[in-house]
């Protein structure tokens, strides 16, 4: 099943004793691009996190984001800079002092200042946060590939119609192109029969010209190679690979085939049928920017 390269997803919860948030989000990319946010101090995840995601995605430009509150069980280390608080003190009783003030220095008056502490924490187990970031990366991702799928089927549908309606003017083409020919040849006959008056005319130049006509404005070779780009693109976009770059290039070579059409036609209802045929592969080439 084809993927669209626009997605999301998200999980929310607790693993292994730890509140964690995986979100997961995509937009169109010519190549495959990762931002990850993570907790400060755990940087290290980014490669845990690069290799889940690398699984699922080859195009796009992908955000993930990663929350995992801190283990309360963790014992943490507080020591006191007792000579920053000691200067604390000092400054304070001067004030005191200078100004006729009420000593009221207290334990919580000097807690304020926090830099007098400094915290230490156990080192974190980083195996045990790589595990948690799995389970929930997993979690996020399987809902992240679901919703790029049912965008894909969406893609696929909408492609397959603008594909079957050029081949529904292809066939108008083919059908009318020799027709034009034969109204070619009539009014070259008519338009000489009506100059040259009682003159004998020479019908074996009308049928050369009418010959000359018909090579320049055949159309056959270009209409059977636009067919043939089409039911490349429908086989391809029925695959479950990544083919968004490769249905590009055959997109291009469909707009190039209409365009050789549109410059042999020489009949106006024929000219306005190729610019629909365009304008339904411009509406297909939207479409597979979106594609995986």
Do not use: W
């Given at each position: 099943m084809?993927k669209?390269?626009t997605?999301?997803?998200?999980?929310e919860g607790v693993?292994?004793?730890?509140?964690?948030?995986?979100e997961?989000?995509?937009?169109?990319?010519?190549?495959?691009e990762l931002?990850?946010r993570?907790?400060?101090?755990l940087g290290?995840?980014?490669?845990?996190?690069?290799?889940?995601?690398?699984?699922?995605?080859?195009?796009?430009?992908?955000?993930?984001?990663?929350?995992?509150d801190a283990?309360?069980?963790?014992a943490s280390?507080?020591?006191?800079?007792?000579s920053?608080?000691?200067g604390?003190v000092?400054?304070?009783?001067?004030?005191?002092?200078?100004?006729?003030?009420?000593?009221?220095?207290?334990?919580?008056?000097?807690?304020?200042?926090?830099d007098?502490?400094?915290?230490?924490k156990?080192?974190e187990?980083?195996?045990?946060?790589?595990?948690?970031v799995?389970q929930?990366?997993?979690?996020?991702?399987?809902d992240?590939v679901?919703?790029?799928?049912?965008?894909?089927?969406k893609l696929?549908?909408?492609?397959l119609?603008?594909?079957?309606e050029?081949?529904?003017i292809v066939?108008y083409?083919?059908e009318r192109s020799?027709?034009?020919v034969?109204?070619?040849?009539?009014k070259?006959?008519?338009r000489?029969?009506?100059?040259?008056a009682?003159?004998?005319?020479?019908?074996?130049?009308i049928?050369?010209?009418?010959?000359?006509?018909?090579?320049?404005?055949?159309?056959?070779?270009?209409?059977?190679?636009?067919?043939s780009?089409?039911?490349?693109l429908?086989?391809m976009i029925?695959q479950s690979?990544?083919?968004?770059?490769?249905?590009?290039?055959?997109?291009?070579?469909?707009?190039?085939?209409?365009?050789?059409?549109?410059?042999?036609?020489?009949?106006?209802?024929l000219?306005?049928?190729?610019?629909?045929?365009?304008s339904e592969?411009?509406?297909?080439?939207?479409?597979?920017?979106?594609?995986?």
């Amino acid at each position: 099943m084809i993927k669209s390269m626009t997605g999301y997803g998200r999980f929310e919860g607790v693993v292994d004793g730890r509140n964690t948030v995986f979100e997961i989000k995509s937009v169109n990319h010519r190549f495959f691009e990762l931002q990850c946010r993570l907790p400060k101090g755990l940087g290290f995840l980014e490669e845990t996190v690069k290799e889940l995601v690398s699984k699922s995605v080859t195009r796009g430009k992908v955000d993930v984001f990663v929350s995992i509150d801190a283990d309360e069980n963790v014992a943490s280390d507080v020591k006191i800079n007792h000579s920053l608080a000691a200067g604390y003190v000092a400054a304070m009783k001067e004030l005191c002092s200078t100004y006729g003030l009420k000593d009221d220095i207290s334990v919580s008056t000097i807690s304020r200042y926090s830099d007098i502490f400094t915290i230490r924490k156990a080192p974190e187990n980083e195996e045990r946060l790589i595990a948690i970031v799995r389970q929930a990366g997993a979690e996020a991702i399987k809902d992240f590939v679901a919703m790029r799928e049912r965008e894909g089927e969406k893609l696929k549908n909408d492609v397959l119609a603008h594909s079957g309606e050029i081949l529904s003017i292809v066939s108008y083409v083919e059908e009318r192109s020799p027709k034009t020919v034969e109204e070619y040849r009539t009014k070259l006959y008519d338009r000489i029969k009506e100059i040259l008056a009682d003159t004998t005319i020479d019908s074996q130049r009308i049928l050369t010209e009418a010959a000359i006509f018909a090579d320049k404005t055949a159309v056959a070779e270009e209409t059977v190679r636009l067919r043939s780009h089409i039911s490349q693109l429908e086989t391809m976009i029925s695959q479950s690979e990544p083919i968004g770059r490769k249905l590009d290039f055959i997109v291009q070579e469909m707009n190039r085939e209409a365009n050789t059409i549109g410059s042999k036609v020489c009949d106006a209802d024929l000219a306005h049928k190729v610019v629909d045929i365009k304008s339904e592969i411009e509406k297909i080439r939207e479409q597979i920017q979106n594609i995986e």
